[in-house]
């Protein structure tokens, strides 16, 4: 990609997850990291017209991590590198109709639960929202961004890209089969 020549749009995506850095290690994780964020800035700089859209995440407010780390870095460096349109999504959680499982997915642990026709347990003393985007939804409106003849969004965004906001224990029933129940701890504050 970084011999091509007046790419149009530039969609960046690809990024390590967070789990990555047990599996790598830090330093290999920070390597990996940061050559990805080389190439995108290449391919950017070869490409100043490009309008740029960065799948990023809700992990820049606050997550400490060398993941949250990462992503604050990935987004300066398109933005400072983007002579064009830059259009920033941060995903909070995200799910596809062809999501793998993922083990450290709420969501994933859920469906594996029910698929084996258990009870889902929650282990939190309280009700937690998620703001979920569906991927479809998201690449969608990207393709209407690009389409200029539709365009009707601003240019140089930073969106929190959320589809839907629910919380655990809803997420949680919704993947539930008709024979199993949703335990919650014996504390459980829903106010």
């Given at each position: 990609a970084s011999k091509l020549r007046n790419i149009q749009e530039v969609i960046q995506a690809?990024?390590?997850t967070r789990d990555k850095i047990?599996?790598?290690?830090?330093?290999?994780?920070?390597?990996?990291?940061?050559?990805?964020?080389?190439?995108?800035s290449d391919i950017i700089s070869k490409n100043p017209q490009s309008k740029v859209f960065l799948i990023s995440s809700g992990?820049?407010?606050?997550?400490?991590?060398?993941?949250?780390?990462?992503?604050?870095?990935?987004?300066?460096?398109?933005?400072s590198k983007a002579l064009s349109d830059t259009n920033i999504f941060r995903i909070f959680g995200a799910?596809?109709?062809?999501?793998?499982?993922?083990?450290?997915?709420?969501?994933?642990?859920f469906i594996k639960t029910a698929n084996l026709n258990q009870d889902i347990k929650i282990t939190s003393n309280?009700?937690?929202?998620?703001?979920?985007?569906?991927?479809?939804?998201?690449?969608?409106m990207i393709i209407n961004m690009i389409d200029d003849e539709r365009r009707s969004f601003e240019n140089n965004v930073i969106v929190d890209a959320?589809?839907?906001?629910?919380?655990?224990?809803?997420?949680?029933?919704?993947?539930?089969?008709s024979k199993n129940r949703v335990l919650?701890?014996?504390?459980?504050?829903?106010?």
């Open positions: 690809s990024f390590l047990q599996f790598l290690g830090a330093e290999k994780y920070s390597q990996e990291c940061q050559l990805i964020i080389n190439y995108v992990a820049i407010y606050s997550d400490q991590s060398l993941y949250g780390k990462y992503k604050r870095i990935e987004e300066e460096v398109i933005q799910t596809t109709k062809y999501m793998d499982f993922r083990k450290w997915s709420a969501i994933c642990g309280y009700e937690i929202l998620r703001g979920i985007v569906c991927m479809e939804d998201l690449s969608r959320v589809s839907d906001i629910v919380s655990i224990r809803e997420i949680a029933l919704m993947c539930l089969g919650l701890p014996d504390k459980f504050d829903d106010t």
